[in-house]
């Protein structure tokens, strides 16, 4: 088990299942019909959509998780900052304004450990 927090490792094409894909692609064109013209391209497309979608489907889904856990912190900063506002006790705000600095660490690691490429299986080794 590892010792330090490491983030979760981003999603690579691997994990995206081609024949999960074409299996859907084709019913999706089975069932609009394969005598029709929009079902025969459907069908036949799908031996191309093996191959682009996995890459795009895996980028996608990684900018989606970036996105939420950019939004997961600016929530909690904002909340911090609502609360160092109101506060005048200088011990309390001296407490919040430690949560502050200590989650603009956190959204910096991040941020450092997805430009670099480390995840949790190298965190761990």
């Known amino acids: 088990m590892a010792s330090k927090k490491v983030r979760a ?11 999960g894909i074409a299996g859907l692609v084709s019913a999706v064109g089975f069932n609009i019909g394969t005598d ?3 079902g025969k391209c459907v069908v036949w497309s799908s031996l191309i959509l093996v ?10 889904l990684n900018v989606v998780n970036d ?3 950019y ?3 600016s929530g909690l900063r904002k909340r911090l900052q609502l609360m160092l506002d109101k506060t005048d ?18 959204l910096a690691k991040t941020l450092i450990e997805s430009m ?3 995840h949790a299986e190298a965190a761990e080794s």
């Open 71 to 73: 939004w997961q912190w």
């Open 89 to 106: 006790d200088p011990e309390a705000r001296s407490l919040i304004e430690a949560e502050i600095k200590k989650a603009d660490l956190e």
């Open 116 to 118: 670099r490429g480390i």
């Open 9 to 19: 490792r981003a999603i690579n094409v691997e994990d995206v299942s081609s024949v």
């Open 36 to 38: 029709t013209w929009l």
């Open 51 to 60: 191959l682009l979608l996995p890459p795009l489907i895996a980028a996608t």
């Open 67 to 69: 996105k939420l856990k």
